[in-house]
C-alpha cells in the first residue's frame, strides 16, 4: 500500500514537533484516512482520495457547496465560512472543504453529494467542467420496415440526435445482430465522435475512465465515473519494471544491451497497469468492461517502453523521442482487459527529460492560465521545471541523480514504511518522524532533506557542505556533538543511535555530497530558467512541488537547502500527485485535453547540456545558502 | 480464364452472320486479345485490359495522343483522325484509339507511353485526373543534436513539406530505430492524409493499388501503378463462395441455417481476393508489399460477407443494409496479404439490392455528371437500374431471378467456353456462336435473349410468349418447324441437333416463360422509374448495359424483346465492367471516391416490393413488344 492510498498512522514523535511536517486527515463515512503536507487543504485531499465533495466553483469560496464537518481537530472558519454557514452550524464544526487548510489533524465528515456535479476540482485548484469525450446515448430506434429502409448504422447514427459521429470499423461487424437481437434498444458508446461500440439494452449510466500516472517508481490508477465526474477509487503500486534498475537509465540501458528485454519491460509496464485497472475495478465494484477510456501520464521512457517503442535514442545524446504527441491508441495495446474498444490517450512530451507526466502537471497546476510567474518542480532523479506563466512558458530537465530516490545514500531507502521522513535537530535533541511510524529501517528523501537542512541550520554543517570539525562541533553542543563520530573512512553524523535493537542510521559527509550535488543540478536548472526569463528569485510568486517525493518535502528545509528559490515559505506548495490529476483532468474533459496539446506548443524547451555555462555555475551552486 | 482477361479464339460461325456481334481485338506487343461487344472503341478495349494508351482529353478526340495504328481490321479515319494524322500516316493505319470503334476483327499495335500521363479515360469515357490518395515523399532528413532535438515523427512530419498528415499509431513504434539504420534517408507512405508507414531508403517510385470489383459469380482484380495511373495487370476468378449457391440469397441462406457458415464465406471471399492480388502482382513483376491501397467495389451482400458482417437483414423484408457507407479498413481485414498497413475502400451502397458495384458503376458512367437523361442497367439475377442525370437521379432493384444466369434454364450454363451466347435465326437456317469457338455445350444469357428475339422475329413465339402451333409454324418455314418438337413435356424449339455427337441444345416454353418473368421484372422497374422521373421511353437518350452479363447483350435483341427501352440501338451501349472501373477511378483520384459518397446522397431509391402496383404492371409488361 503505497502513500498516495493511505491509511497512514501518525507518529507519536511528529506531535510533539512544534511544526509537524505531516498532517493526518480521517475522512467518515468512508473511514479513509490520508497523511499529507501541512496546509493542504481538505478539499485537495478528498479529491486526491477518490473522495467526492460538492463544487461548483472551483475552490474559490464562492459557491459554497463543498461543505464538510470537522469533527475532531482546528480550523478556525474564515469570511467565507461566516457566509455559508449559521453560527450553530460554525460551532458544530460546518466549514468550506476548499477554505479548510489542514494545520492538525482532522477528523472530516464528507456528507452525500446533494447534486450531481458539473464540475470537478482537481490538481492544484482546477475547476474542470465535466465535458468528457466519452459518451453514451440510450437508443430506442424505430424498427425498420419497406418505408424506412435505412441501414443500420444510419439507423443508429440517425438516433444520436446531439452530435455527429464517425464509426469504428469494427462496430458494423456485430451490428445487424445486435440492433436485432435488442429489438432496436441499444446504447450508443462515442468517444472522440467515435462511435466506437454498441450496446443492447440501457447501458448509459455505466461509463468509466481510468486515470494513470504511470511513473517510474509509482504507477497510481484512478478509477473515474465520467457520468458525474466522480472518483470512485484510487489504486497505487509500485512499477513492475523495477527488477530492470530504479531510474529510466537502467531500463533504457537494459533494452540497448539485449533488444528483447524491450518486449519484457513492456509486458511488465502492461501488467502493472492492468492489475491496476482490476483493483479500481475491483474496490469501485465496477465491470472492467464498462470502461471505455484511459489516459496515461507517464515520462517519456514509460511511455516509449509502454507502447513498445525503442527507447534508446532517449538515453543518448542528442536525446530525442519518437513523438511529442501520440495518436490515441486502443487500451488493450497497453495491455489493459477493460472495454476491447476502449481508447487510451497518452499525454504529450516536451522534451526526452520533460515527458507527458510533466505536460500532465503543467496541465493541472494550471501553469498555462495563472497570470503569476511559477516555479513547477518535478524532484526527483530526473529534475523537471516549468516556469512562466499565462504569456510565457520555461522548461528544462536537470539530471539530479539518484539522491532523492536515496539509492546511493548509505542508510537511504525509498519512501516506504519506517523510512526516516522528518527530522528535526536542535541544540539539545534529534527528533525523528517515520513513515507509518514504525521502527526507523533507513531515510529517505525528504528525511535527507530535512537531516541536511537541520545541520546546516545548527551549524554542524558549514555553507561548502562539509561536517564541522569536532571542535567547533562540540563547541555548539555537547549531545550532537557526540553524534559526529567516524564510521570506515568517513566522518557521520548518527540519527538513531543503534543500541538497544535500534537500527543503525547515520548521514555520511559523501550522503551530504550527493543532496548538494543534486540540489545544485535542479538550482542551476531554475537559476538558468530564471535568467532566460529575465526575472530573479523573488519575482516567482509561487513554487510548486509535484511528484511523489516532491509533494513530502519540507517547504522550509527544501528553502534551506537552497533547493527551491528563496521565497516566503507560505509560497511554496505542495501540489499532490498533479500528473495523476491532469491525467484525470482529460478524461473529465475534452477541452482540457486540448488544453494539454497545445501546452506542448506553449513550452520553450531550454536544453541546459547543451549550455557552456553550465558546469561552471552547478559549481557555484554546490554551496548552501547563508 | 475469364471474358474479362482474354485472349478470346474467334468462332467462325460469328463471321458469317451479318452484323458480327463480338469482335476480336489483338493488341501488339502486349499479344493481349480482347473479344469485345461491336462497336466499342479501341481505348475503352485497351483500358478494360490493363493496356494503357496515351491521352489527355478523356476520350473526346481533342487531345490526339491516343494514336494506335490499325495493322488490320477496317476503321475509317473521321475528323479528328484527319486532323491529328497525315495522309501517310492515315494510310498506313494510324487512327485515335478513342475514336476507333470496333466493327471488324482489328489488330492494333499501341506505341510505347511518349508521356507520364496525368489523367486517364476509364469507365464510361470519364476522365479522371491523377490525384490519388496513396502518396510517397522520400525524405533526406536532417540528423538530430542538441540544437534540433525535434522528435523522431515531428522531423519525419516536419520532412513532408506538401501536405500535413495524421499519424498510424503504429508508425511509432519502429520509428526510432528505422530512422537511424536507414540514416535518416527515409519514404513517408501517406493514405488520406493518414502518415501509415515509413520506410527506409528511397521506395516513392514503388506504389501500388488493387481495384476489386467483388462479383457474386466473378470477381476481377486490377493492379494499378499509382505513381501514373497506369493499369499494369487483369486478373479474374470465379467467386470461390460458388460452392454455396450462385445468388446471393443462396448465400445468405446458408448463413442463415448455420452462422458458422458466414466465417466459411468470408475466408472463401478472402481467399478469392488474395489469389487475385497475387496474380496481378506476379504478372507484373510488383512486390505484394509495395501495393497500400486496395478499393472494392461489390453489392451489399458481397461487401458485408467478406467483412464478416452478418447478411440476414439483407436476405428478409425489409432488406436492410449494415451500413449505406463504410469507414476505410485494413487490408488484411479482407485477406489481402499486401502492405500489412494497406488500406481498403469500400463503395458505398443505395440499399440491400443496389451496392456498391452499383455505385461504382454508375460513378464510372458519369451518372451525376451528364445532362443527358440515361439509364444504367446492370443485368443479373438482380437488376439494379440507376434513371436520371446529373439534375436528377433515381434507382431501384428489380428481381430478375436466375435466368441471365442460366441457372433455371434447361440446357442453360453460365458465360464459359462452349457457352452458346449468339442466336442468329432466319427463316432457313439457325445459325450459332459459342464462346471461345468450343462446341456447343449449353446456352448462356446473352444466347438466350438471342434465341428469343429471334424466335419472336421469324413469328415461332407471339406476343405472349408462346411456341406458334406446328401448322403456324410450317406456314413460317419447314425447316424451323422442324425444330420445334416434344421433349418430355414440353414444347421446345433445338438450335443443335443433337446428332453426329453434336450436344443437344433446345429452348424450352418453360425457359421462354423464365426470361419473361426477368424481362418484365426489369421492364417494370425502370416503367417505374420512367413514370417517377416524369418521362417516357424515347426521352431516355443513352442505355447503358453493365455488369459481366449486360455488357455481352446484343442491343438489338435486348430491345427487340423489351429488356429497355424502345430507343435507337445505337444509343444502348455496352458500359463493360464499369464496377470495376469504379473501383480504379476512387484509387486514381479522391474526388472520385468524395463523388462516390455524394453519389448516394443524390440518388433516390425507389423501393419496388413497397408499391402496390408493382405486380398489375408486372404482368402486363410479360409480353413481348409488337
Known amino acids: 500500500m503505497s502513500k498516495a492510498q493511505g491509511p497512514v498512522i501518525p507518529h507519536p514523535q511528529a506531535q510533539t514537533i512544534d511544526e509537524p511536517a505531516r498532517v493526518e486527515?480521517?475522512?467518515?463515512?468512508?473511514?479513509?484516512?490520508?497523511?499529507?503536507?501541512?496546509g493542504v487543504t481538505v478539499f485537495d485531499v478528498a479529491s486526491w482520495n477518490a473522495l467526492a465533495v460538492?463544487?461548483?466553483?472551483g475552490g474559490h469560496g464562492t459557491c459554497r457547496k463543498c461543505k464538510v464537518q470537522i469533527v475532531s481537530g482546528d480550523i478556525q472558519p474564515g469570511t467565507a465560512d461566516a457566509r455559508a454557514f449559521t453560527e450553530d452550524e460554525l460551532e458544530q464544526g460546518w466549514r468550506l472543504a476548499c477554505q479548510a487548510c489542514a494545520f492538525t489533524n482532522l477528523k472530516v465528515n464528507v456528507p452525500?453529494?446533494?447534486?450531481?456535479?458539473?464540475?470537478?476540482t482537481v490538481g492544484v485548484g482546477r475547476q474542470v467542467i465535466h465535458r468528457p469525450t466519452l459518451l453514451k446515448r440510450f437508443l430506442q430506434l424505430p424498427e425498420p420496415d419497406l418505408v424506412d429502409q435505412r441501414p443500420d448504422l444510419r439507423r443508429v447514427l440517425d438516433g444520436i440526435t446531439d452530435m455527429t459521429a464517425n464509426v469504428d470499423p469494427m462496430v458494423v461487424r456485430t451490428l445487424p445482430a445486435l440492433l436485432r437481437k435488442a429489438n432496436f434498444e441499444v446504447t450508443a458508446v462515442v468517444v472522440d465522435d467515435v462511435l466506437i461500440a454498441v450496446e443492447p439494452g440501457d447501458t448509459s449510466d455505466k461509463l468509466y475512465g481510468i486515470a494513470f500516472d504511470l511513473g517510474t517508481t509509482t504507477v497510481v490508477a484512478t478509477l473515474l465515473d465520467l457520468s458525474n465526474g466522480m472518483p470512485l477509487a484510487v489504486a497505487s503500486m509500485l512499477n513492475m519494471q523495477q527488477q530492470y534498475g530504479a531510474d529510466v537509465i537502467s531500463r533504457i540501458s537494459a533494452t540497448m544491451l539485449d533488444p528483447q528485454k524491450l518486449f519484457d519491460l513492456q509486458r511488465l509496464a502492461h501488467e502493472t497497469l492492468d492489475q491496476l485497472a482490476g483493483e479500481v475495478c475491483d474496490e469501485a465494484g465496477v465491470d472492467r468492461l464498462d470502461v471505455y477510456q484511459v489516459a496515461v501520464a507517464g515520462n517519456a521512457t514509460m511511455v516509449q517502453i509502454a507502447l513498445g517503442i525503442d527507447p534508446e535514442p532517449l538515453g543518448v545524446a542528442p536525446f530525442i523521442l519518437a513523438a511529442d504527441e501520440y495518436p490515441d491508441v486502443r487500451a488493450h495495446e497497453l495491455g489493459l482487459k477493460v472495454n476491447p474498444q476502449a481508447r487510451a490517450t497518452l499525454f504529450p512530451a516536451l522534451g526526452a527529460y520533460v515527458g507527458g507526466d510533466i505536460v500532465a502537471g503543467a496541465l493541472a497546476s494550471g501553469m498555462d492560465r495563472d497570470q503569476r510567474v511559477r516555479l513547477f518542480i518535478d524532484v526527483g532523479t530526473n529534475c523537471e521545471m516549468i516556469l512562466g506563466n499565462s504569456e510565457k512558458l520555461l522548461a528544462t530537465a536537470a539530471p539530479a541523480g539518484p539522491a532523492f530516490e536515496a539509492a546511493s545514500i548509505k542508510c537511504g531507502m525509498r519512501a516506504a514504511p519506517g523510512a526516516i521522513e522528518v527530522v528535526k535537530i536542535e541544540l539539545d535533541s534529534v527528533t525523528l518522524g517515520t513513515i507509518d511510524s514504525k521502527p526507523a529501517v533507513g531515510i529517505c528523501g525528504s528525511g535527507l532533506v530535512d537531516a541536511v537542512a537541520e545541520l546546516v541550520k545548527v551549524g554542524l554543517l558549514d555553507e561548502s557542505g562539509r561536517f564541522v570539525t569536532d571542535e567547533a562541533a562540540k563547541e555548539i553542543s555537547l549531545?550532537?556533538?557526540?553524534?559526529?563520530?567516524?564510521?570506515?573512512?568517513e566522518r557521520v553524523f548518527m540519527l538513531t543511535s543503534g543500541q538497544d535493537g535500534e537500527n543503525e542510521i547515520f548521514l555520511s559527509q559523501r550522503d551530504v555530497r550527493e543532496l548538494q550535488f543534486a540540489k545544485a543540478a535542479i538550482s542551476t536548472g531554475w537559476a538558468i530558467l530564471?535568467?532566460?526569463y529575465g526575472i530573479e528569485q523573488k519575482d516567482v510568486q509561487q513554487v510548486l512541488l509535484a511528484?511523489?517525493?516532491g509533494s513530502y518535502l519540507s517547504a522550509k528545509n527544501a528553502k534551506a537547502i537552497g533547493l527551491v528559490p528563496n521565497i516566503a515559505t507560505t509560497r511554496i506548495l505542495s501540489a499532490g500527485n498533479v500528473a495523476g490529476e491532469g491525467a484525470k483532468m482529460v478524461l473529465l474533459s475534452?477541452?482540457?485535453?486540448?488544453?494539454?496539446?497545445?501546452?506542448?506548443?506553449?513550452?520553450?524547451?531550454?536544453?541546459?547540456s547543451e549550455r557552456e555555462d553550465f558546469n561552471d555555475r552547478f559549481v557555484e551552486e554546490l554551496a548552501f545558502p547563508v
Chains 1, 2 share one sequence.
Open 112 to 120: 452525500e453529494l446533494t447534486t450531481r456535479p458539473k464540475a470537478s
Open 530 to 532: 530564471l535568467e532566460e
Open 547 to 549: 511528484g511523489s517525493f
Open 54 to 57: 460538492d463544487s461548483t466553483c
Open 25 to 38: 486527515i480521517e475522512f467518515s463515512p468512508s473511514g479513509k484516512i490520508a497523511r499529507v503536507p501541512l
Open 479 to 489: 549531545i550532537l556533538a557526540d553524534r559526529l563520530i567516524m564510521r570506515g573512512q
Open 590 to 608: 475534452g477541452s482540457e485535453r486540448n488544453g494539454a496539446r497545445s501546452l506542448t506548443k506553449l513550452v520553450h524547451y531550454v536544453e541546459l
